[in-house]
């Protein structure tokens, strides 16, 4: 089968771009695999290694850039996300003229149907709705992939898809296939919007023979510092903690917006010998072997490949109980899951983990079991099963 993916930017830093550079080179194994991204960065360093099999396609020219079409955006983006006024099903024309202009619609349905794909994979929530605006005019089936919780899409304010619910969700609906990443989005999609949709886990980046002796007295976090991962509420707990515990020390793995904000944070706190930041590396597993403890602080969540890393590398999470987190760990098995946002209960946990190692042990083996739902083989096995489902119907 001939497959596009259809994503923002291949070429940078991110969970959704490793997930996907993931799937796309083994599904390159069995089918014909594109990947069409709609902005040009200006970056071609291939961070995730895509295989030279898979044709990548970058088109800078896809969104209108046409005045009208930018202060119509612009202006319209910012009144309805702050007014909510054209998010009814009355005003989805204005809706659909504002986050889908028709010259962008028109450039997609031209490149799928001369590219003829059999199939076509929106990769998040915007182009899984661009996409399935399309759906009726093109001749490749479809599919959504969300990359986000449901709450963190709809309910968010100021976030994601807010205020525009309507038509995000209009256009899934016409998608033949919408790709969640747990039991509990597929069930708010149904309740909420009578979406039908499949549970996909991401699966884990690497395989590792070597695993944490879980014997240094060292936490681990790590991903961006944005409002999303936590990074303030961490430092806030990990004072707490310093407070009862003075030989467990924190390493943070990032980058982002709000680093300024943290490291004032830990200055505040005196906590600049206990803490250290250090920027992104492709070699995560160097940190996880001397880490005994993972934290993951974020408010929310899509599937979060730093959990997978740390159950592949036998290290237990401590995390709040946020829905896609509790879908991958059990608590008191994998990991502590701890009421959100309640930093004195995070860092009750961190304390208890912390002084035991016994514990730290078997949650560590209990990740090591968990971890094989997230093998690629298996989940390759249900992308085929998918895909391969579409030559069958017509």
Known sequence: MKICFMTNNIYSIGGVQRVLCTIANQLSNYHEIHIFCTIDRGIKKEIYKINKDIKVIVDKDFYDKSLYSKILCKVGRVINNSTGIFNKEKWYKILKKIYCPEVTLQRLKNYINSNEYDVVIGVEGLNSMLLGAIADEINAKTIGWQHNCY????????????????????????????????????????????????????????????????????????GRFTEQKGFDLLIEAFNIFSMKDN?????????????????????????????????????????????????????????????????????????????????????????????????????????????DEMLRVTMARGGEERI?????????????????GFAFKE
């Open 151 to 222: 709450d963190a899409y709809f309910n968010m304010k100021n976030k994601y898809y807010w205020n525009h619910d309507v038509i995000l969700k209009k256009h899934i609906s016409k998608l033949d296939r919408y790709l969640v990443l747990s039991n509990d989005d597929k069930e708010k999609y149904i309740k909420n919007d009578n979406i039908n949709s499949q549970v996909m886990y991401n699966p884990k980046s690497f395989e590792s023979k070597e695993k944490s002796k879980l014997n240094n007295k060292l936490f681990l976090a790590a």
């Open 247 to 355: 030989s467990w020390n924190l390493v943070i793995v990032g980058s982002g917006e709000e680093e300024k904000m943290i490291r004032k944070r830990i200055l505040k706190y005196g906590l600049e010998d206990r803490v250290n930041i250090n920027r992104y590396t492709d070699d995560i597993k160097k940190y996880f072997l001397n880490a005994s403890i993972l934290l993951l602080p974020s408010r929310w969540e899509g599937l979060p490949m730093i959990l997978l890393e740390s159950l592949e590398m036998g290290v237990p999470i401590i995390s709040y109980n946020i829905s896609s987190v509790k879908q991958v760990i059990h608590n008191g098995i994998e990991g502590i899951l701890v009421e959100p946002f309640n930093i004195d209960k995070f860092a009750e946990a961190m304390y208890r983990l912390a002084n």
């Open 372 to 388: 094989k739902d997230f093998n690629i083989d298996a989940i390759i096995v249900k992308w085929n099963e998918i895909l391969n």
